[in-house]
Nanobody, 120 residues
Framework: QVQLVESGGGLVQPGGSLTLSCVASTTTFSTFIMNWYRQSQGKERELVATITRHGDSTTYADSAKGRFTISRDNGKNAVYLQMNNLRSDDAGVYYC?????????????WGRGTQVVVSS
């Protein structure tokens, strides 16, 4: 079982920045693809950013491109989401997800989320 704990959310003004962190309790952190998801009020959870096991590749939702940066530190079992130039539609609960596949069977672990509020 992998436990994920997010932090770094809060209230920020439009145009501001936040960095979210997620720390995993596992000795096999580098075997997981890590994702950040967002769930805004009244909407389904959506994938915001993905980083591969060793951080050599990242992908972003169109809404995040050019403004968000996902990174990881396998030595610290941590993944980060740097968010710049925040907009009101970036608000929501951000969830950290760890994904792996064992013998063809997918396994997903989720944190409890951290809330981001974008308001002046």
């Amino acid at each position: 079982q992998v436990q994920l704990v997010e932090s770094g959310g809060g209230l920020v003004q439009p145009g501001g920045s936040l960095t979210l962190s997620c720390v995993a309790s596992t000795t096999t952190f580098s075997t997981f693809i890590m994702n950040w998801y967002r769930q805004s009020q009244g909407k389904e959870r959506e994938l915001v950013a993905t980083i591969t096991r060793h951080g050599d590749s990242t992908t972003y939702a169109d809404s995040a491109k050019g403004r968000f940066t996902i990174s990881r530190d396998n030595g610290k079992n941590a993944v980060y989401l740097q968010m710049n130039n925040l907009r009101s539609d970036d608000a929501g609960v951000y969830y950290c997800n760890a994904h792996t596949t064992t013998w063809g069977v997918p396994h997903d672990y989720w944190g409890r989320g951290t809330q981001v509020v974008v308001s002046s």
